[in-house]
């Protein structure tokens, strides 16, 4: 092998060497057709205005403003999971509305889950379970969804937020009327609306402060002599109100724009689309009010990728003179990112491909080669989904071969595919090519787990190369003019100073950028864009950016985002970009996922369940597989590995009258990973939970892990496993019985898992099942249930469900000829069809006789679970479900 590799080696340079020799030849006798180049436009550099010492505030008091106990890095030692969520609190009529959508985008960045929930007014806010908080931060979206909350919620409200170093942001927007003024009286401050900005000073003396810089005044830009901006404004009726942002109006007159309330409640008069100023406040007041939602060091790293240095089009490319500027640019980012490098990705194939000028351009980049970072593409800029391969791996040693030949060393482990083909979805002999021929360890991508929202993106292991999110920057292969830019050259400029570019650094605190070889040549809008973009950042705000090696950045990132380690697996035909991406073969239409999946717990009926949902005739399940029978298990164990393709299979048989396909794994409700990736890959379906009396269900488990010969179950009695201590679901005993307890009680702790599960799935598509009334009157749950999945009604549903004397629970009544598949008789009655009927139940594992659970034992158990039944008692009426029997028992 390592002979045959040599041998193509030498081949692949003679080929090159004997390319480079006739283009040398070709070279004087093409210097006629050298394309004329238009003169350059020249844009002045951003100037920072000079930082501001305020003649006067809003307030008068010298020491405005309180600094909660805990700071930003300083979060108390007991703080939970549960704080890294926020609440969105919507007003009814907000629903999909643009403030929703856009305060929504701004805590997307966060990369927490946001429940959205429309509050009403005298509606209790559920902010914890037990002693457990829900939420680092409540944001209000209208502030008088808080100005209407009762004296006794609000004081609720505030101790909650000082128990769990949480906050409270609010947002008013009063509306506009060209006629009159609107003017509201709150307790503590008055709001004024439609007013008019000339200026925006950021406070300097607010505590909150940490990316802005404190005293720093913004004038508005003048259009037409008229001001473009209007937000809701406010004057404080109190001087420990401190002022955050500032305003100036036409007339002179100064109010705020975003003011400290108390201590842990901040109120913004603008939404943070409306100015850049408003964002960094807001990102501001989240650090300082909620530090389990975002802690900031204020470090910032920045790569800035060159994409395909040598392919361009004839009078795009760089020059000579552009790829010395490109050298001293460099020099110039170093001044506000600390050990700058740009990052040069290369297609050999394309080397000297141009005019005369251009070829020039090509050697002196290459001649300089070592004052750059290099990373590698493919030889032809090929997408690798349309190779096989071998194929792929000669080409990249083509590609390696010519790096080695001109003298670029692509040595950061790195490396990006033509518009990210390949990297997601996944083409395993891209990575394996990349393994071998480039040792690659980091590569980036756009595309995981979609392009849009760009918030969204996320990275991943695979293999041993991580993916790292990437972003854009407003700049492609067609802006190489200012005048020619989309939409103008405002919008160029307003993208750089304050837009979506500056919103990306102040965001992210990992930024790996995509520009390309044109953007440096002509007008050069990529060495304006990040040079002013840097300097923009150093001017109003306190960030540090830096650069790093990709290996070190994904380290870094992983560190702080270790969630992000594993694969979430999408459907590759529900986004128009991926389907571009994939291999030819690949065929979309034999996809077929689950829109229904019975979650669990286990023990609770979800094997019967699942029997009886196979009589409706417009419902389908996935095949059976061996070892785990009827049960996938794929979100939450080994089947995963297997990948999305392999599930689907698992519905292939599902006809097209099927519109509802099921599947069952009952050890989904209570693991904690299955959610983020049922959602990633089913984000719409319904999730079915059955709820059934926690005690009996812990009592069954034991008795299902005596039944398979459990040594641990064996050992203890049910008395001497769960009545050791009882105190903890964990205990301070042998390992294997702490183990075997934890597995008894923890699946039963239903509100925890249930409120996880909200982390990525809207309370309306949970259906809640009640565990006592599927066994005591199915036809009743299952005629709920069908109308529920919008399903037709089954014709004498009661008749297709016979209860068994022998097994203590209903069977289902089948059709002989079904063979097993699901597919019920017609339920018209009559003697000669009753003949061709049989039941089938569950197997001998399902309803086992074993003795019941002592007085004693139940008394302990019911103790334990009285806090955790609590809680999902609130849970379940904060979203109206109907509570379970052993609900209404207790």
């Not at 297997?642 to 009952?666: D, H, I, P």
């Not at 923890?746 to 006592?772: E, T, V």
Request: with cysteine; proline share 5%; net charge neutral.
């Amino acid at each position: 092998m390592f002979v045959l590799i040599l041998f193509w080696l030498f081949i692949y340079s003679l080929i090159f060497f004997l390319w480079l020799w006739r283009n040398n030849i070709n070279l004087s006798s093409s210097a006629n057709w050298a394309q004329p180049r238009a003169k350059r436009t020249i844009f002045a550099d951003y100037q920072c205005p000079k930082q501001q010492t305020l003649n006067r505030s809003i307030s008068h008091n010298s020491n405005i403003g309180t600094k909660p106990q805990k700071r930003h890095g300083q979060t108390n030692a007991t703080t939970s999971s549960a704080q890294r969520r926020v609440l969105l609190l919507l007003q009814p009529d907000q629903l999909n509305t643009d403030t929703h959508k856009t305060i929504l985008n701004f805590f997307n960045n966060f990369k927490v889950p946001v429940l959205v929930e429309a509050h009403l007014p005298g509606e209790r806010l559920l902010l914890e379970l037990g002693d457990r908080p829900r939420f680092g931060l409540v944001v209000f979206t209208d502030y008088h969804s808080f100005h209407l909350l009762s004296s006794t919620e609000k004081a609720a409200l505030r101790q909650f937020c000082a128990r769990h170093s949480a906050g409270v942001i609010s947002f008013l927007e009063l509306p506009s009327d060209e006629e009159q003024q609107h003017r509201t009286e709150f307790a503590n401050f008055t709001a004024f609306g439609r007013q008019s900005v000339t200026k925006i000073v950021v406070s300097g003396t607010s505590p909150v402060h940490n990316v802005a810089k404190s005293g720093m005044e913004f004038l508005v830009p003048q259009k037409d002599g008229n001001a473009k901006l209007e937000f809701t404004m406010f004057k404080p009726a109190l001087s420990h109100i401190s002022p955050i942002l500032e305003a100036e109006n036409e007339l002179g007159d100064r109010f705020c724009i975003a003011l400290q309330l108390e201590e842990r409640h901040v109120v913004f008069g603008a939404k943070p689309n409306q100015h850049w100023l408003v964002r960094v406040a807001l990102l501001d007041a989240v650090t300082f009010l909620a530090p389990a939602i975002h802690d900031d060091d204020l470090e910032r790293f920045v790569q800035i990728d060159i994409d395909d240095v040598f392919i361009g089009a004839i009078g795009t490319r760089m020059v000579a003179d552009d790829v010395e500027y490109l050298s001293i640019l460099q020099d110039k980012l170093r001044e506000h990112i600390a050990n700058f490098h740009f990052t040069l990705g290369f297609s050999g194939n394309f080397f000297r491909h141009g005019d005369p000028a251009e070829i020039q351009g090509d050697e002196i980049l290459v001649s300089n080669a070592n004052k750059f970072h290099w990373f590698p593409h493919m030889w032809r800029h090929n997408h690798p989904p349309e190779f096989s391969a071998d194929y792929l791996l000669a080409l990249m040693t083509q590609n390696r071969v010519f790096a080695e030949n001109v003298g670029i060393f692509a040595n950061l482990s790195y490396a990006v595919s033509p518009q990210h083909s390949g990297v997601y979805p996944i083409y395993q002999p891209l990575y394996d090519a990349w393994s071998k021929i480039w040792s690659i360890q980091v590569t980036s991508t756009e595309e995981y787990p979609h392009l849009k929202p760009a918030n969204g993106r996320r990275a991943f292991v695979h293999g041993n190369i991580t993916v790292l999110p990437r972003q854009t920057c407003g700049l492609f292969t067609h802006t190489q003019f200012f005048h020619a830019y989309p939409d103008g050259v405002d919008n160029f400029l307003h993208n750089v100073l304050g837009g979506d570019l500056f919103s990306s650094i102040l965001m992210n605190k990992f930024s790996i950028f995509m520009t390309h070889q044109q953007n440096y040549a002509n007008d050069r809008l990529g060495a304006f864009t990040f040079l002013n973009m840097a300097k923009f950042v150093g001017c109003w705000t306190n960030l540090r950016l830096k650069w790093t090696p990709p290996k070190n950045v994904a380290d870094f990132y992983m560190k702080r985002f270790p969630n992000e380690r594993t694969l979430l697996y999408t459907n590759p035909c529900d986004d128009q970009r991926h389907r571009r991406t994939l291999p030819l073969n690949y065929n979309c239409s034999a996809i077929k996922l689950p829109n229904l999946i019975i979650l669990g717990p286990q023990k609770t009926g979800t094997s019967a369940l699942g029997l009886f949902l196979s009589l409706h005739p417009n419902i389908g399940t996935n095949v059976r597989i061996p070892h785990s029978f009827e049960e996938l298990q794929f979100f939450a164990g080994p089947n995963y590995a297997l990948g999305m393709e392999w599930y689907a299979e698992q519905f292939a048989n599902n006809t097209a009258a099927m519109s509802v396909r099921f599947e069952k794994t009952a050890n989904y409700f209570d693991n904690p990973e299955a959610p983020a990736a049922v959602h990633a890959l089913v984000p719409n379906a319904r999730l079915i939970v059955i709820l059934d009396d926690p005690a009996q269900r812990a009592y069954s488990w034991y008795q299902h892990m005596r039944a398979h010969n459990n040594s641990v179950a064996l050992q203890h009695t049910a008395e001497q496993l769960f009545i050791s201590n009882e105190s903890s679901v964990n205990y301070d005993g042998d390992e294997a019985s702490n183990k075997l307890k934890r597995r008894c009680l923890w699946p039963g702790l239903y509100a925890r898992h249930i409120d996880r599960w909200l982390d990525h799935f809207s309370a309306a598509q949970l259906i809640f099942i009640d565990g006592h009334r599927l066994r005591t009157e199915p036809h009743f749950v299952l005629i709920e249930l069908f109308a529920k999945l919008q399903l037709p009604p089954v014709n004498g549903l009661h008749r297709l469900l016979r209860f068994s004397v022998e097994k203590r629970f209903y069977c289902a009544v089948f059709s002989p000829d079904d063979n097993g598949n699901h597919r019920q008789n017609s339920g018209g009655g009559g003697d000669g069809q009753q003949k061709q009927q049989h039941l089938r139940c569950l197997g001998r594992s399902k309803g086992r006789h074993y003795e019941p659970m002592s007085n004693r034992l139940r008394q302990h158990l019911e103790a334990f679970f009285a806090g955790p039944n609590t809680e999902l008692r609130e849970l379940l009426r904060k979203y109206r479900v109907r509570l379970p029997s052993f609900l209404l028992q207790n």
